[in-house]
């Protein structure tokens, strides 16, 4: 019964979606993505993807420019709230303008998209360095 | 059903020279841990294609594609193009410490970072270029240089993780060329984390999903970021250069079973030890003049040296010496090289055979006009006319010699026999021995007669 609703409906359905894919490439093409074609045409090689299709390629750049805006966006988010929680009344602006991107808030909002991004805040001499004399000692 | 299988992927990004990290030459306490080391946790479900990556090293990096290693040449012009680009970083990230294309590109050129990397710099510093541009529009002033580095491996590796996927769903439905929907399906595989509308309908055509949705919303509404600068396909393949073929080369193939659309042989000078030949033809007449010329030359110099001595400040070099054949009590002054010189045709001066017969074209002073018939009288090819009264430059007068006086210059006690234009004179009384001969008698003469001269010289 399922079976056969659905490929009754198929071929109107299977029209609208050749028109619907049709529509979707053609609205790909007329934007312009920030990442090159050529470099993902590159790592589109690198990675075993074979199409000589342009529209293709805009599609994989433009899912990447997705969700790198995402995590930018995210990230945003992470610095500004950063930035509102201690209200300092101080001569400065409280809302301070520089937005820096560091590594702090990249990694906290990669780590919702389940990309684990570790980065050392520091490198020290030896495991004793800033470690009280006291403690050293042990 | 599906269950999830977690995938740790520990991948060591490149390491760099971060300036914004403290202290001096990063030396990690921890011997485990590993600087910027970027994991994945995937989800995939059993069912679907397991992509098998690279192990544990440097995983996350596909079979090199043939030709990335671009040639040098070409390596140095697109980094000297990637400083070009440095003014789009600088002027988005304000401080000039921060991200820059060209540090980047100095001390990749100046370090040996490419061979860690693979020599994937060049993808990687546009990538970065786009991911800072993605930065710029969200809303980032500035940005850490580190941070940076990062986005932009994540989005390479976002590239490359999508590819693989679609080309794995490719394989799956027995093909090799990927379609619209491996890449849809791709797109789901990597957002799959985050729940979208339509994943689990196997009937509905994948248009319908909500991946695609997403993206043609998001086509629709955000604004287009253009990359800053065309970039050339790269990498760039040289074509190697063959070896013509004997059809190609025009030669026939030393052999009949040779067919001549191979590779012609290479030349035998490539085997064969073939014996070099002096290119140069000696030509001894040639050779004699050649020397005759350069002593003559030395010679020459010496005496307008001692002249110039003789001139006693005079500004120049007189070329008129006052000579009379016969009478020798017409001395102006002592130096007979500033005596004015007589007016044309006072005296009766012998032919002077052309210089400029012999050297056609070049301007030769007076004591050289004897040079050439000396030595076209030793060569034995005589050719001047002795009616003939050749031009000298009108700058200069004929050349008088004055013979029997009290002699300053070496040049004008040579013998008057010189100037005499008789073809058979000369070649009897000159030979090569002889003139030396008499050359270094003058010279003596007038160092033992003139020894205060010589005092100057």
Excluded at chain 2, 122 to 148: D, M, N, P, W
Excluded at chain 2, 152 to 181: H, M, P, Q, W
Excluded at chain 2, 359 to 373: A, D, I, N, Q
Aim: aromatic share 6%; with cysteine.
């Amino acid at each position: 019964m399922n079976s056969s609703s659905s490929s009754s409906m198929g071929g109107e359905g299977r029209h609208d979606d050749d028109s619907g894919l049709t529509e979707f490439l053609s609205s790909l093409m007329d934007y312009t993505p920030t990442i090159p074609d050529e470099l993902t045409e590159h790592y589109l090689g690198k990675s075993g993807f074979h199409c000589p299709d342009l529209r293709l390629t805009r599609l994989v750049s433009v899912a990447t420019q997705k969700f790198m805006l995402e995590v930018a966006n995210d990230a945003l988010q992470h610095c500004k709230a950063r930035q509102a929680a201690p209200v300092k009344d101080k001569s400065k602006q409280p809302k301070e303008k520089r937005l820096v991107l560091t590594m702090d808030d990249l990694s906290k909002s990669l780590q919702e998209y389940g990309v684990n991004l570790k980065h050392q805040e520091y490198f020290a001499d030896n495991p004793s360095t800033g470690m009280e004399p006291t403690s050293r000692e042990e | 059903m599906r269950y999830t299988e977690h995938r740790a992927l520990r991948i060591r990004a490149t390491p760099n020279r971060n300036h914004d990290e403290a202290g001096p030459t990063p030396r990690p306490c921890d011997p485990q841990l590993r600087r910027n080391s970027i994991t994945r946790t995937r989800t995939r479900p059993s069912h679907k294609p397991s992509p098998t990556y690279d192990g544990h090293n440097s995983a996350g990096r596909c079979t090199a594609a043939p030709g990335s290693d671009a040639a040098k040449p070409w390596e140095v012009r697109r980094w000297r193009w990637l400083l070009a680009c440095d003014d789009l970083i600088s002027s988005f990230l304000g401080a000039a410490d921060e991200l820059g294309v060209a540090e980047i590109g100095r001390t990749l050129i100046s370090s040996k970072k490419s061979r860690l990397s693979g020599g994937d710099d060049f993808g990687r510093a546009i990538a970065k270029i786009a991911v800072a541009q993605l930065c710029e529009s969200t809303g980032f002033h500035y940005s850490r240089r580190s941070a940076i580095d990062a986005l932009a491996e994540v989005a390479v590796r976002y590239i490359c993780d999508l590819g693989k996927s679609a080309g794995f769903y490719a394989n799956l439905a027995g093909r090799t060329g990927c379609n619209v929907f491996d890449v849809i399906q791709g797109i789901q595989d990597l957002d799959s984390w985050r729940a979208f509308s339509g994943a689990s309908g196997v009937q509905r055509c994948l248009v319908n999903s909500g991946v695609v949705r997403e993206i043609t919303q998001f086509v629709s509404t955000e604004e287009e970021i253009p990359f800053v600068q065309p970039i050339p396909r790269f990498p760039v393949s040289r074509m190697p250069k063959h070896a013509p073929s004997f059809a190609q080369a025009g030669e026939e193939p030393p052999g009949e079973h040779i067919p001549d659309w191979l590779p012609r042989l290479p030349d035998p000078h490539t085997y064969v030890h073939t014996s070099v030949w002096n290119k140069r033809d000696t030509d001894i007449k040639a050779d004699m003049v050649e020397l005759a010329k350069r002593r003559r030359k030395a010679e020459r110099s010496l005496l307008s040296l001692q002249q110039r001595l003789a001139c006693n400040g005079t500004a120049g070099f007189r070329p008129t010496k006052d000579g009379h054949v016969g009478n020798g009590n017409q001395v102006v002054n002592n130096n007979p090289l500033l005596a004015s010189p007589l007016p044309y045709g006072e005296k009766q001066v012998s032919e002077i055979a052309s210089p400029l017969k012999a050297y056609s074209g070049k301007r030769l002073s007076v004591l050289e006009t004897f040079v050439p018939v000396i030595k076209a009288a030793k060569v034995g090819s005589l050719d001047f006319n002795t009616n003939e009264r050749k031009l000298l430059h009108g700058i200069r007068p004929t050349v008088q010699f004055k013979v029997g006086t009290v002699k300053k210059s070496v040049a004008a006690s040579l013998p008057s026999d010189t100037l005499i234009a008789d073809k058979d004179s000369w070649s009897l009384k000159y030979d090569e021995k002889d003139d030396k001969k008499k050359r270094a008698e003058i010279i003596f003469r007038a160092a033992i007669d003139k020894p205060h001269e010589l005092a100057q010289l």
